[in-house]
Every structure is written in C-alpha cells, then in structure tokens.
C-alpha cells in the first residue's frame, strides 16, 4: 500500500499567519491527492482535489500544490474557523490511504 | 444532496452489526460511496467502497474479510456490517459519496458525508 506521511503532526499559529501543511507519498501518485478538514466531533469536509482544486464553496485562501511524491496544502492567512486537523487522501491506487494528519492549533 | 447514517451503537464481542447510510438528492445509482474509520483520538482510514447500481465493491485488504459493504438501490442505501464485532472495532464510521473529476483519468474525492455513526464494543 502507498504509504502517504504527513507532517507536521501538529502546529500553533496565530489568526492571520500563513499555514503549510505537507504530504510525502511513498511512490508516484500523479497529482491524485485530496485534502479534507475535519473539526472536533464533525465529518471531514473536502477542501482541495485533484492536487490544487478547490472545492466549491471553499476560501480561496485555501490551496494545494504539487505532484509526483510532494504535496503541499496552505492556508494564506489563518482564521478562526480554520483550527482543525487536516487529513491528505491518495486515490491513486488501492487501498486509498490518509496521511496521519495535521491538528492546527491556537498559539 | 445528503447522507443520514443510523445511531449510535452499544454492543458486545462476539454480536453481528449492520449500520445504514441513507442517500438523497441525487442519483444513488450512479456514484460511489465510501465508508471510513476512525478510532478514539486517531486518524481516518479508507475501509472500501461500493457502486450501487451493480454493487461492485473495493476493499482495504486491512478491513476485507472483517466486515461487510452492501446496497440496497429500491430504498437509496448503503451499509456496513461486521458478523462478530471486538473491542477494536470501537470507532466512529463515517460514510461518504464519491465523485470525480476527469483529466485523462479518474481523480475521485469524497464531496458529501454523512454525520458518523459511533460504535461502541464493550463487554
């Protein structure tokens, strides 16, 4: 199975600072790579698919980026609402498989 | 578009389970939906994924032969059933509808979720 590692684990920032959350897969994976937020006790939500698509109805300061082995999702400028954990998913191959995930936290 | 899953559940190791995932406001038929774990304080993990019109499954080789992914297309729902439920089944499950995006390939995501079904296993 790709293995796909995600980091960091955890981070604090503050509102309006800029966030980069990153994914490593364990081969090649074209750019089939989603990320999903998820807050406590909630679904995950779809932010970005296909490597760099946003989601309708999702901030623009929301993006992702990269292709091959190295993804990158970033916030440009952190709000309230955007302290959750962060999860990527490969569609690549089966089995589908998540990063471990990202907790954003308040500093 | 919306996925209404089953309540909560209390059981015991050994007992057989069946939760739902009800689909509306779209054709149920023609997309994919998903089921996901995740256990107290972890992350999500892809159990497998059912085509309701034919009931094509996928399975994570991790969860296949420990559970059950069904459809039922007359009444627009999809399900998960474990025959002889443990401890570490305890999770929350969620279920999710599948969609696409076309290059030259399919990229799928998960658009829609439903609110999660708490499992609980306890003797």
């Known amino acids: 199975a790709i293995q796909m590692t995600q980091f960091p684990s955890s981070l604090s920032a503050s509102v309006g600072d800029r966030v980069t959350i990153s994914c490593r897969a364990s081969q090649g994976i074209r750019n089939e790579l989603g990320w999903y937020q998820q807050k406590p006790g909630k679904a995950p939500k779809i932010l970005i698919y296909a490597t760099s698509s946003l989601q309708s109805g999702v901030p623009s300061r929301f993006s992702g980026s990269g292709s091959g082995t190295e993804f990158t999702l970033t916030i440009s400028s952190l709000q309230p609402e955007d302290f959750a954990s962060y999860y990527c998913?490969?569609?690549?191959?089966?089995?589908?498989?998540f990063g471990q995930g990202t907790k954003v936290e308040l500093k | 578009v919306q996925l209404v899953q089953s309540g909560a559940e209390v059981k015991k190791p050994g007992e057989s389970l069946k939760i739902s995932c009800k689909a509306s406001g779209y054709s149920f038929t023609n997309k994919w939906i998903g089921w996901v774990r995740q256990m107290p304080g972890k992350g999500l993990e892809w159990m497998g994924s059912i085509y309701p019109d034919d009931s094509g499954t996928k399975y994570n080789p991790s969860f296949q032969g420990q559970v059950t992914i069904s459809a039922d297309k007359s009444i627009n729902t999809a399900y998960l059933r474990w025959s002889n439920l443990r401890a570490s089944d305890t999770a929350m499950y969620f279920c999710a509808r599948l969609t696409w995006a076309t290059n030259t390939y399919y990229i799928y995501y998960f658009d829609y979720w439903g609110q999660g079904t708490l499992v609980t296993v306890s003797s």
């Open positions: 998913l490969q569609d690549y191959e089966f089995p589908w498989t």
